[in-house]
C-alpha cells in the first residue's frame, strides 16, 4: 500500500524566506511522486512530478523538489517566497501501472507574511 | 484548448435525493478520474476509467454511488440516497495515456446535503 504523511498543516513564513514543505512517502514499489498546489476556489495545479529520472526536480513558479529514497522524503522548497504563493499544497503518490491513481496527503496550507 | 470542466459547480440538494455530476475532460485523454475532498483533506480516489470501461472502482465508498463514461469522454457521478456524510467537493481529473500520469484537475462540484 502507498501513503503520504505531510508534516505541517500549516505553514507561515514571511515574503521573501524560504520556503520548505515537508513530504514522506510510503510505498513498496518505485513511487512516482507530486506535488500539487491549489488556489482558493479553484482546481489542483500540478507543480511538479518525479518519475524515477533525475532525483532533484524542478517545477513552475520556482519550486523545486527533492526525491531521497534514504529518507523517504520528497520535500517542496523555493527560495524566496512570493505573497502570490499562498495556498493549499498537496504532497501525492502513486505508481505506474493499470490504474495511476494519486495518494494524496492531506496538504499544507501556507501563508506569506508582508 | 480548453481544461476539465465540472457541472455544476455548486449543488445543494435534500438527504435522500439522487444527484449527477458531470464531468468534460481534456479532448482527447482517455483516462478520467474521480476523487472526493472532504473539508480539510486531500483529495481521495473514487473511480478510474480507461476509455469506456472503469478499470478501477476500488474508491467507491458503497453501491450508492456509480459512475459511468458511456461513449469515453464525458463522465457522470451518481449518487442515490445522498446523505450528509456525502457533502463534499467532487473533483475529477483526466490524463492522456503515454505513461507519465499527469492528471489535470477541473474545477471541482461543491456538493452540500442537508
Known amino acids: 500500500a502507498q501513503s503520504v504523511t505531510q508534516l505541517g498543516s500549516h505553514v507561515s513564513v514571511s515574503e521573501g524566506a524560504l520556503v520548505l514543505l515537508r513530504c514522506n512517502y510510503s510505498?513498496?514499489?518505485?513511487?512516482?511522486l507530486f506535488w500539487y498546489v491549489q488556489y482558493p476556489n479553484q482546481g489542483l495545479q500540478l507543480l511538479l512530478k518525479?518519475?524515477?529520472?533525475?532525483?532533484l526536480v524542478k517545477g513552475i513558479n520556482d519550486f523545486e523538489a527533492e526525491f531521497k529514497k534514504s529518507e523517504t522524503s520528497f520535500h517542496l522548497t523555493k527560495p524566496s517566497a512570493h505573497m502570490s504563493d499562498a495556498a493549499e499544497y498537496f504532497c501525492?503518490?502513486?505508481?505506474?501501472?493499470?490504474?495511476?491513481?494519486?495518494?494524496f496527503g492531506t496538504g499544507t496550507l501556507l501563508a506569506v507574511q508582508p | 484548448g480548453a481544461g476539465v470542466s465540472q457541472t455544476p459547480s455548486n449543488k445543494v440538494t435534500e438527504k435522500g435525493k439522487y444527484v449527477e455530476l458531470r464531468c468534460d475532460p481534456i479532448?482527447?485523454?482517455?483516462?478520467l478520474y474521480w476523487y472526493r475532498q472532504s473539508l480539510g483533506q486531500g483529495p481521495e480516489f473514487l473511480i478510474y476509467?480507461?476509455?469506456?470501461?472503469?478499470?478501477?472502482d476500488s474508491g467507491l465508498p458503497n453501491d450508492r454511488f456509480f459512475a459511468v463514461r458511456p461513449e469515453g469522454s464525458v463522465s457522470t457521478l451518481k449518487i442515490q440516497r445522498t446523505e450528509r456524510g456525502d457533502s463534499a467537493v467532487y473533483l475529477c481529473?483526466?490524463?492522456?495515456?503515454?505513461?507519465?500520469?499527469?492528471?489535470?484537475f477541473g474545477p471541482g462540484t461543491r456538493l452540500t446535503v442537508l
Open positions: 481529473a483526466s490524463s492522456s495515456r503515454d505513461g507519465k500520469n499527469e492528471q489535470f
Open positions: 510505498s513498496s514499489v518505485p513511487p512516482y
Open positions: 518525479y518519475t524515477s529520472a533525475a532525483t
Open positions: 501525492a503518490v502513486s505508481r505506474y501501472g493499470a490504474t495511476n491513481k494519486l495518494i
Open positions: 479532448s482527447g485523454h482517455t483516462a
Open positions: 476509467f480507461q476509455g469506456t470501461g472503469a478499470a478501477d
